[in-house]
């Protein structure tokens, strides 16, 4: 970055400039993971099923993930710190409107918008935290952002889980709008603004439009694909869609004069490889997200609360290594960190595959750990290594890109995780029954082996059999997703070791030529 873009409050690494960038990130953090602990609140008190509640979580990472390219080339193109509060107001704006949803399909719309505000504000984030440091202290200042996010992974299940102990699941949208707020401010008082990195470059739309609606319909068809069935005609329609658009869009980009992925770029294999190394380990840490918190509530018994508070082994480790990760980048080099954590990763996902469900707590709790340390060391790693590879009129868009595979290879890891879940649990649960000699319709073995998050729901199929049986089939569900859990656990471990050979093959010394 040049001299004049330096000088500005995170140009040498000014504390409170560093700081603003921590807390916006803690922000964004902050509302991915906290509200997967709303859904049962929110179903009971908007009388909503838990197919559509799942769409304030769904929504969300559909448009979070659709303008995340989108975001990071208009940052690149503007000034970021312009972008940086429009898409804070957004979200702002779309928290207040989620307080106040009156109904199920408002509450969605309004999560619709925050995910918007989300797309331009991270890439920002990146962007800005990247070109504004010295080479030597980049990995630091990444961490440090990388950390304030992970903060917010760590702290929102928090704010979720006390928000639903307290039975008011707006709550949490209210601390949404307080801490949006609280950024916007600092960024509007403590970051100066930026040139634009990219003068008189055009946007390129057609290709924003056909690479977002790409992602849209491949996301929308892996949330929708287990409830609609996987052969369903609107599911392949989909998909089929999805795969069309990703083929069209090289041959558009070819006929633009400035694309939005420069060539020089896709054609670098270190780049390509490198951007890969941030998504190889997503479904690690997500299907984690999604079903160890389950496995405590529905194996252990334990409350939503405590469950809670039982993913701190895991979150934990994730902020805290993020620094790590920054402070080491320079003197041990990309290469070396991403072994690691695809190591410490790969072990952590055989401990899952490997320990007995009887160990209770200690079954997953070497996981959180391992996990826990490693991802920070391969994302970490990777998203610093992809955005400082390219020129300052790039980072947004390198940002923008790493972490919109990052959020669609996570969604595919956990639509497999999934589909094996599902389909191993029905076929145990059904054999299981009939050996214990109880009929369970297929409705409701659909609705329990889903995992509904509706007490209710569940308490109901319960009523209609003897406490015994009950007990039994409740004993039958519990040990099914344990073993599911483990099961799904094998293309996750498949792909974490991928990216073991990945690294093999990079050769670091050219990660830093992208754009001469």
């Not at 603003?20 to 509302?31: K, P, Q």
């Not at 989108?70 to 940052?75: D, E, V």
């Not at 069309?244 to 633009?256: D, I, M, Q, S």
Request: aromatic letters at 10%.
């Amino acid at each position: 970055m040049s001299s004049e873009t330096q000088s500005g409050p995170v140009g040498g690494h000014t504390v409170l400039g560093i700081v603003t960038l921590m807390i916006t990130a803690f922000t964004i953090g902050t509302d991915f993971t906290g509200a997967l602990l709303l859904v049962p609140s929110i179903e009971a008190d908007l009388s909503a099923d838990i197919t559509t509640t799942q769409w304030v979580l769904n929504i969300y990472a559909l448009t979070f993930a659709m303008f995340m390219v989108t975001g990071g080339r208009l940052g690149d193109t503007h000034d970021r710190r312009r972008v940086l509060l429009i898409g804070l107001a957004l979200f702002v704006a779309a928290s207040i409107g989620c307080l106040l949803a009156p109904d199920i399909g408002f509450l969605i719309a309004a999560r619709a918008v925050q995910g918007l505000g989300a797309g331009l504000v991270w890439p920002s984030i990146i962007a800005l935290g990247a070109t504004n440091a010295t080479e030597d202290q980049r990995g630091l200042v990444m961490g440090l952002i990388l950390a304030g996010v992970t903060t917010g992974n760590v702290i929102g299940p928090l704010i979720g889980g006390v928000a639903s102990y307290f039975g008011d699941w707006r709550l949490f949208f209210l601390a949404n709008a307080l801490f949006g707020t609280a950024a916007a401010v600092l960024v509007w008082r403590l970051l100066s603004r930026q040139r634009p990195q990219a003068d008189n470059e055009p946007v390129d739309f057609a290709g924003i439009a056909i690479l977002s609606g790409a992602i849209l319909a491949l996301l929308f068809a892996l949330d929708v694909g287990a409830d609609w069935g996987w052969g369903s005609l609107s599911v392949i329609a989909l998909l089929c869609a999805s795969v069309v658009l990703f083929l069209v869009f090289p041959f558009v980009e070819g006929r633009v004069a400035d694309p939005l992925l420069p060539p020089q770029m896709l054609r670098n294999r270190e780049f390509v490889l490198t951007l890969w190394l941030n998504a190889l380990m997503v479904p690690a840490f997500f299907v984690a997200f999604l079903y160890f918190p389950q496995f405590m509530q529905k194996t252990l018994g334990w409350s939503v609360l405590t469950a809670s508070f039982g993913m701190i082994p895991l979150m934990l480790p994730l902020a805290v290594g993020s620094i790590v990760a920054g402070n080491f980048y320079k003197p041990f080099g990309p290469k070396r960190l991403l072994f690691i954590g695809y190591a410490l990763v790969s072990l952590g996902c055989a401990t899952v595959i490997v320990l007995p469900a009887s160990w209770g707590y200690y079954a997953i709790l070497p996981a959180m750990l391992l996990i826990g340390f490693g991802a920070p060391l391969g994302v970490g790693t990777s998203g610093t290594a992809v955005v400082s590879a390219v020129k300052a009129s790039r980072a947004g868009l390198a940002g923008g890109l790493s972490f919109m595979l990052h959020l669609a290879y996570g969604a595919i890891g956990v639509a497999v995780a999934t589909a094996i879940m599902y389909g191993s649990g029905l076929a145990r649960v059904e054999a299981a029954l009939k050996q214990a000699g109880i009929s369970l319709s297929a409705a409701d073995l659909s609705v329990l082996n889903a995992g509904s998050a509706s007490a209710a729901a569940a308490n109901n199929i319960f009523a209609r059999y003897s406490t015994e049986n009950a007990d039994k089939i409740r004993s039958i569900l519990s040990e099914s997703f344990a073993a599911g859990m483990s099961l799904a656990y094998w293309p996750v471990l498949l792909s974490a070791v991928i990216g073991l050979f990945v690294i093999a093959a990079i050769d670091e010394s050219k990660l830093h030529a992208i754009d001469e």
